[in-house]
């Protein structure tokens, strides 16, 4: 991708493939649907955050029907 374009990666794991997009000037999506996985993505992206110096904004897909 250019930088500034998103990259989409539906099976995020640990996040690895946003943590690049992140530090290389790219937006990143990730899906994940294991919460171990999604609670180690969060702990890496929020590294890519303070090595980006830019806030990252991380939403879980289903937070609105867990709220309710």
Request: proline share 4%; net charge negative; charged share 20%.
């Amino acid at each position: 991708t250019n930088p500034g374009e998103t990259v989409l990666t539906p099976f995020m794991g640990v996040g690895s493939e946003v943590y690049g997009a992140l530090v290389n000037g790219r937006r990143g999506v990730g899906i994940e649907l294991k919460d171990s996985y999604f609670r180690q993505a969060e702990k890496n992206l929020l590294r890519a955050e303070a090595d980006v110096g830019t806030p990252c904004e991380q939403v879980s897909l289903f937070a609105e029907a867990a709220a309710q």
